[in-house]
């Protein structure tokens, strides 16, 4: 059983939605990220959170410790969104990652 | 300042072959990871490095093995290749091993086909 969910696993979007992508994980962690892997592979790290909220642009991530659950949300949503979102949850000795979001943003 | 690089950026090996992969971590990072992705697996963690040192491994058989170089760039290699190694291998780099704030970045990736 993978210890890292996310949720849905698939969103197709109209441009300019409101879209929130959400991660769960079952034990403590230090550290989650989220990344954004475009077709072709290449992959960009959006976030690093251990607690709190952060915000880039577009782009807010929160994390709930004590919920253990971190939601990723993109605002006015734009076709160069489309990619696939996968959140990695760093624990002591290991990586795990979330199977992965694959968002579509039509125009 | 430079993100990471890998090298090369596609491969095409057959089986029962081996294969050297790398990795150059931004400047300043002392720990690099590795990871595989493939279609029914997902990202999965092979290894890390820290100051030469492997400091956690992933399930992977011994067929994947990695090093650091005292310039914080790294090898992985995958020796007797099997067609499901075909996949693609990221690495990531941070500035230490293990802690908060330390934010990881991955390279471009190195995709493998094995024939």
């Known amino acids: 059983k993978n210890e890292v969910e996310q949720s849905p696993q698939n969103l197709t979007a109209q441009e300019g939605e409101f879209i929130t992508i959400n991660c769960s994980y079952s034990?403590?962690?230090?550290?989650l990220h989220w990344l954004q892997q475009h077709p072709g592979g290449g992959i960009v790290s959006l976030f690093m959170?251990?607690?709190g909220k952060k915000k880039h642009g577009r782009l807010i991530a929160t994390i709930n410790i004590q919920e253990k659950h971190s939601s990723l949300h993109i605002t006015a949503s734009h076709p160069r969104d489309s990619a696939v979102y996968i959140c990695?949850?760093?624990?002591?000795?290991?990586?795990?990652f979330g199977p992965g979001t694959s968002l579509s943003v039509i125009p | 300042k430079a993100g990471v690089t890998q090298t090369p950026r596609y491969l095409i090996k057959t089986r029962g072959q081996q294969v050297t992969l790398s990795c150059s971590p931004i400047s300043g990072h002392r720990s690099v990871s590795w990871y595989q992705q493939t279609p029914g697996q997902g990202l999965q963690f092979l290894f890390e490095y820290f100051s030469e040192t492997q400091r956690n491994k992933g399930n992977f058989p011994g067929r994947f093995s990695g090093r650091q170089f005292s310039n914080s760039r790294s090898e992985m290699n995958v020796s007797t290749l099997e067609l499901g190694d075909s996949a693609l291998y990221l690495c990531?780099?941070?500035?230490?091993?293990?802690?908060?704030?330390?934010?990881?970045?991955f390279g471009p990736g190195t995709r493998l086909t094995v024939l």
């Open positions: 034990v403590g962690i230090s550290a």
């Open positions: 990695p949850a760093t624990y002591s000795d290991k990586v795990i």
């Open positions: 990531a780099s941070r500035k230490t091993s293990g802690g908060r704030n330390n934010e990881q970045f």
């Open positions: 959170l251990s607690s």
